[in-house]
């Protein structure tokens, strides 16, 4: 398993060789933050403003299939206190966070991973300037005792932060299944089958940010991707052109990610994006996948399928996805062929 980038990248003055990405595949000319992504307020999304924002989070997710979320309902303390407690355990020393690369812990039995890179490392034709954490946390019980122990607050305050996080996810599928014309009985039933996973992005400070990359260009294979971020470095491909997405204080980045395009029958479209890197301060982002157990059949919803509207993405087994995508470097073009009929 290779060292993690946040073990050794404070020692390098210039990028390795093995972290200079193809030309084509540069950041490119600088990006600037985009005004246009919606910025939704959940406030009144419990009352008569409901319909309303419903139909924002739909008409977002019809146009950028991104948008930030404020007054969410996860605490702001809470929030703070997730992203010391990511950025402390990347700052731990190497021999406490090493030790978890290995998968035959309790942690990498569980699921959990931590890698730098991706999840790939071997067969990157060049690596990605970031470290990842990465496990499950539903239902808790089943999951906290084989994560980091070290910062010592680490699972209380992930075990919160997982729980309250998840439940925003819960309402705003909730509400996109609304505004789809979905029927869901019970949200919270439909929740529990869910597979939810946690991770924790790093990306240090990097000494060339125009040769290297955080995060390659790719959609999420998930149905929503709830995403905090502190520092600028996430853009959007909206018709050809990359926007830099803001970090907001107190937001969250919601994703519409592959399966819920599937699921709405390309009503609602999967947002590709990447991660750049700067050379003044490092960058953490915590994220929440809201996906279907591997076992799950992804199919578009059969209420939104007629004769007019014929379904236009196939049927098929999630873990059959999964692997495809592990095959093919999680390209985004590979990925929408598999799934378009
Ligand atoms: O770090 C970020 O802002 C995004 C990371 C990401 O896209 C992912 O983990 O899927
Ligand atoms: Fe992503």
Redesign the pocket.
Same mark, same amino acid.
């Given at each position: 398993m290779a060292s993690l980038l946040s073990s050794w990248s404070s020692n390098v003055l210039s990028l390795p060789v093995d972290y200079i990405v193809p030309v084509e595949r540069r950041p490119g000319n600088p990006v600037s933050i985009s005004k246009d992504i919606p910025v939704i307020d959940l406030t009144h999304a419990t009352k008569n403003d409901r319909v309303d924002i419903v139909q924002q989070l739909i008409k977002a997710s019809q146009d950028f299939g991104l948008f930030q979320v404020i007054n969410h309902g996860v605490s702001e303390d809470l929030m703070v206190d997730a992203m010391n407690v990511g950025k402390e355990f990347f700052g731990l020393p190497a021999k406490d966070k090493e030790r978890l690369c290995d998968d035959s812990t309790k942690f990498g039995q569980k699921g959990g991973k931590l890698y730098t890179s991706s999840g790939q490392y071997s067969r990157h034709e060049f690596k990605y300037w970031r470290d990842t954490l990465q496990h499950h946390f539903h239902p808790l019980e089943s999951y906290i005792s084989s994560w980091p122990q070290k910062p010592t607050k680490y699972r209380d305050i992930i075990g919160e932060y997982t729980n309250q996080v998840r439940k925003l996810g819960m309402r705003i599928m909730d509400m996109l299944y609304e505004g789809l014309g979905l029927e869901v009985e019970d949200i919270e039933k439909e929740f529990d089958k869910y597979d939810c996973a946690f /991770?924790i992005?790093h990306y240090p400070a990097c000494p060339d940010p125009g040769s290297a990359l955080?995060?390659g260009r +790719?959609c999420?294979p998930t149905l929503i991707?709830l #995403?905090q971020?502190d520092v600028y470095? #996430?853009q959007l491909l909206n018709d050809g052109q990359w926007l830099g997405v803001e970090p907001l204080p107190n937001a969250f980045v919601v994703n519409i990610s592959l399966l819920l395009e599937v699921i709405s029958n390309g009503k609602l479209k999967s947002d590709m +994006?990447r991660?750049v890197t700067n050379s003044v301060c490092s960058r953490t /982002?915590l994220?929440i996948f809201v996906s279907y157990p591997s076992d799950g059949i992804i199919q578009p919803a059969k209420s939104l399928i007629s004769p007019t509207n014929p379904p236009l993405y196939r049927a098929f087994q999630y873990k059959d996805f999964l692997e495809f995508l592990f095959a093919n470097n999680a390209e985004p073009e590979a990925a929408m062929k598999y799934l378009k009929l």
């Open positions: /991770s992005n955080g995060t +790719h999420d991707t #995403l971020q470095g #996430l +994006h991660v /982002s994220a």
